[in-house]
């Protein structure tokens, strides 16, 4: 495993395509509110922005690269952070609607699920008894018989049309250990090229569980597959992101925050802005003598084009 001489890049992933407006009403829709709060997590110290699109009459997640473009020159403008487009999308979509927007604007970094897997929240639909729209509960069940499709062709496609073609670096996103083994297929045969950016991901229904064993049996994998050729970054779903972030960062690990991935700032208490999560883990990790990562020095470590190559 790479570091960034002692440093950790945070990541925060703005809105997704998981949680829906119901769930919490800090959760950002519009394109203008998806820019504020960006904007609001890089100044408070977020170097990478993972970034998805919403529909902005219902909240429902979209592909369509018209969206994608109301805010991304906006966050361009005003932060210097990393800009990270989504190629996973959302639920149902085809390969070509998730590809459009970052082929379009051709990001320095996009992020990669590393393979197929069934991707429950069907389970969060039992939560809330009232719904703003009605899609939000459909969209939730439907997940109760559905296979999030990346197959190695669907993997050689963006990789060879987004990375090959746009320059574009990737976020490997790893659901379970076989997707660590996926990503070290496409190692073997020169496709993906180090460094790599690698993000272990925990507790998602379908992918592996959210412990601190998991969490050591991932990182033991990627180093026994990897070596000393990637960077290792951890994200963790709800009330576990905080925790295993932290447990992973003190291993020398990276971060992931955001709304995307957890809705509470602690315990019975919502977070009311990306920025609030960057804030608090940036607290924890400075209070471990940790410092945190600028976006130029994420770019030189990562390899990246820089901004000035971004088609926004």
């Known amino acids: 495993m790479k570091r960034l001489n002692g440093k950790v890049i945070i990541t925060c992933a703005i809105t997704g395509s998981i949680h829906t407006p119901t769930m919490s009403p800090h959760l950002p829709i519009t394109p203008e509110e998806i820019a504020e709060q960006a904007i609001g997590a890089a100044n408070a110290g977020a170097s990478i922005l993972h970034l998805h699109a919403r529909d902005p009459v219902d909240g429902r997640p979209t592909?369509?690269?018209d969206v994608f473009m109301q805010f991304l020159p906006q966050i361009k403008e005003q932060t210097d952070a990393v800009i990270n487009i989504t190629t996973g999308g959302g639920h149902g979509m085809s390969l070509d609607d998730r590809l459009a927007a970052a082929l379009r604007a051709e990001p320095e970094m996009s992020s990669l699920n590393m393979g197929s897997m069934n991707f429950g929240l069907f389970h969060l639909a039992d939560r809330?008894?009232?719904w703003k729209h009605d899609w939000e509960p459909r969209a939730l069940e439907f997940t109760r018989d559905f296979i999030f499709k990346n197959t190695f062709t669907d993997i050689e496609n963006v990789l060879e049309r987004l990375g090959k073609g746009c320059g574009t670096r990737f976020e490997f996103e790893c659901y379970d250990v076989g997707h660590l083994y996926n990503l070290a297929h496409f190692v073997d045969r020169g496709l993906a090229e180090p460094p790599f950016f690698v993000q272990t991901i925990f507790g998602v229904l379908g992918g592996i569980g959210a412990d601190a064993d998991n969490l050591i049996h991932m990182k033991q994998t990627a180093?026994?597959?990897?070596g000393e050729s990637y960077y290792w970054s951890i994200l963790a779903a709800g009330r576990h992101q905080l925790p295993l972030v932290t447990a992973g960062a003190v291993m020398g690990g990276n971060v992931r925050v955001g709304l995307e991935d957890n809705l509470f700032l602690e315990k019975g208490r919502?977070?009311?802005s990306n920025a609030?999560?960057?804030?608090?883990?940036?607290?924890?990790l400075e209070a471990l003598s940790l410092q945190i990562a600028s976006p130029a020095e994420v770019r030189e470590a990562l390899n990246l084009k820089g901004a000035a190559e971004v088609n926004f």
């Open 276 to 284: 609030e999560l960057v804030e608090r883990i940036r607290t924890i």
């Open 270 to 272: 919502l977070a009311k």
């Open 63 to 65: 592909s369509d690269p």
């Open 223 to 226: 180093d026994k597959l990897f």
């Open 128 to 130: 809330y008894q009232k």
